[in-house]
Every structure is written in structure tokens, then in C-alpha cells.
């Protein structure tokens, strides 16, 4: 969970796979804007992080979808 990334000693959290496992936590809670600010910095660390790219891409694609009424 989420506590056990907290552990995690502070020189191995600048790499991008910690951003990423971060990112996915906070999916995982339903935080999308946390998420996509730790894909964001992911990839900034490691441009070619195709992972990071993906979760990103999914979160701006959920975004984008119409909103559906129930009226209708």
C-alpha cells in the first residue's frame, strides 16, 4: 500500500520508476491530478518511461470523455 512506498529511503525515490509506482498509488486512491503530476515528472526523468507515457495518456483520455446525462 501506499505506506509501504513511504519507506522507501529518499536517494531511491528520484528515479523514474519510483515516480511511476507513485503515480499508480495515487490512481489507486482516485487522486488523477496527483497521478498525473507523478507520470509527468517520470517522464521527465526518463523521457522514454513508455509506461508513465500510457497512464498518462489513459488519464487524458478519461478526461475528454463527454459527460453522459442520465435524464436522457
Known sequence: ???NILTIPNEDKDSAL???VRG???LALNETD???LSF???ITKDPNFV???R???MIT???KKPAVSILN
Do not use: F, M, P, R
Request: net charge positive; glycine share 4%.
Open 24 to 26: 499508480l498509488c495515487h
Open 55 to 57: 497512464e498518462l495518456s
Open 51 to 53: 509506461a508513465s507515457k
Open 1 to 3: 500500500g501506499i505506506k
Open 18 to 20: 519510483y515516480l511511476h
Open 34 to 36: 496527483k497521478a498525473s
Open 40 to 42: 509527468k515528472n517520470a
Open 61 to 63: 483520455q478519461e478526461n
